[in-house]
C-alpha cells in the first residue's frame, strides 16, 4: 500500500461523456479546468495545510469555471433561475456545513464552511443562508452572472422535450467535489452543484447531503459523489462507504466497489465518487462511461481523466 503523506482527487461531474460528443477544443478547456483546480488543492497540502483549506480551495476553482455545474456555470431551473448547493465535512470531528437554493453567493463552498464553523447549524436553506452570507461578507453576485449561453441553450432544449438533466441531456450528472488526506493524517470533503437542468424550482440532490453526497470522517474516510441525486440519497452513498470500512474491515477499494457497481446500479442509478482513506492512495469510480477527475498524491506526477480508462 502507498502511504503517501498526502493525496487529493477531485471530479467535475460523471455521466455518457464520450470522445465523439467532445470538441478538441472542450476536452482541452475542461482538461485545463482540472488541472488548475487541481494545483489550487495540492499548493495547500504541499506546504502542510489541512485538508479542509485544500478540499474548499479545489472547489471554488471549479466554481468559478463555467464549464463545470456548480457557481458560475450552473444549470438554470424550470423557471430558468438559479439554485446552486453546497457541502463539506472536516473528518477531524465530524464538523459539517451545508447550504441550498442559493442564487446570489459566488462561491457557494465558502458558505457551506462558514456554517460549519460560524453557525450553530449544519445546514442552511435559501433567504436564510443568503442573509447568513451578506452577514459574513461573502461575495455576492447578480443572477445573471452566473448564467452562461451554453446553459440557457441546454434550457431551450430541456423545454423542447420536457426533459430533466443533471447536466446535458444526454446524460451527464453535474456536480464538482474534492476530497483530501493532509500530512497530519486528516481527511475532508467537498461537494458543490447547481443542480438539474430543467428540473422543479426547491428540489435537493445528494450533494448538499451530508452522508449521501458528501462525507468525511479520520476513522473511515472522505467521499464526494455525483450522479442521480435521489439514488444516492436512498442509499446514503457516501456515510456507507465510511461505515463498510469501520464496521466491516473493508478496504477503501472494495468498499467503493459494493457501492458503485452492485448496489447503484441495482437501483438504476448512475454516476461516480471519489474517496480517500486515511492511508493508501485515492479511490476515483464510476459506472457511467466518463466522469472528469484528477487526483495526485505526494511524490507522484498529476493525474486527469476524463473517459473511461
Not at 487529493?8 to 460523471?14: F, N, T, V, W, Y
Not at 479545489?58 to 469555471?65: D, F, G, K, Q, S
Request: hydrophobic share 40%; charged share 25%.
Amino acid at each position: 500500500m502507498n502511504n503517501t503523506p498526502w493525496a487529493l482527487a477531485l471530479h467535475g461531474g460523471a455521466g455518457t461523456i464520450l470522445r465523439s460528443k467532445l470538441t478538441k477544443q472542450e476536452e482541452a478547456r475542461f482538461r485545463e479546468g482540472l488541472a488548475d483546480a487541481l494545483r489550487a488543492g495540492t499548493a495547500v497540502l504541499e506546504k502542510g495545510g489541512a485538508a479542509i483549506d485544500a478540499v474548499e480551495r479545489t472547489v471554488i476553482a471549479l466554481e468559478e469555471n463555467p464549464m463545470f455545474n456548480a457557481g458560475r456555470g450552473s444549470v438554470l431551473t424550470s423557471e430558468g433561475g438559479i439554485e446552486m448547493d453546497a457541502a463539506i465535512m472536516d473528518g477531524r470531528n465530524l464538523d459539517a456545513g451545508a447550504v441550498i437554493g442559493l442564487n446570489t453567493v459566488r462561491n457557494p463552498i465558502s458558505l457551506a464552511r462558514l456554517v460549519m464553523e460560524k453557525n450553530d447549524h449544519v445546514v442552511l436553506a435559501g433567504k436564510g443562508a443568503e442573509a447568513f452570507a451578506r452577514e459574513r461578507g461573502l461575495q455576492s453576485m447578480p443572477t445573471d452572472w452566473f448564467v452562461t449561453e451554453r446553459r440557457r441553450n441546454q434550457l431551450e432544449e430541456a423545454r423542447k422535450t420536457q426533459a430533466v438533466s443533471l447536466d446535458h441531456n444526454d446524460g451527464k450528472y453535474g456536480t464538482v467535489g474534492a476530497v483530501a488526506r493532509d500530512m497530519g493524517g486528516n481527511l475532508a470533503a467537498a461537494t458543490s452543484t447547481g443542480g438539474m437542468t430543467n428540473k422543479a424550482p426547491g428540489r435537493v440532490g445528494d450533494a448538499p447531503l451530508i452522508g449521501a453526497g458528501t462525507y468525511a470522517s479520520n476513522r473511515g474516510c472522505a467521499v464526494s459523489a455525483t450522479g442521480h441525486g435521489e439514488m444516492f440519497i436512498r442509499l446514503t452513498v457516501a456515510r456507507d462507504i465510511a461505515a463498510m470500512m469501520e464496521y466491516l474491515g473493508l478496504d477503501l477499494e472494495e468498499a467503493v466497489r459494493r457501492k458503485v457497481h452492485d448496489e447503484l446500479p441495482a437501483l438504476e442509478g448512475a454516476g461516480g465518487l471519489i474517496a480517500v482513506g486515511p492511508e493508501g492512495l485515492p479511490v476515483l469510480s464510476f459506472n457511467t462511461p466518463g466522469m472528469y477527475r484528477a487526483s495526485r498524491c505526494a511524490g507522484e506526477s498529476e493525474q486527469i481523466a476524463i473517459f473511461e480508462a
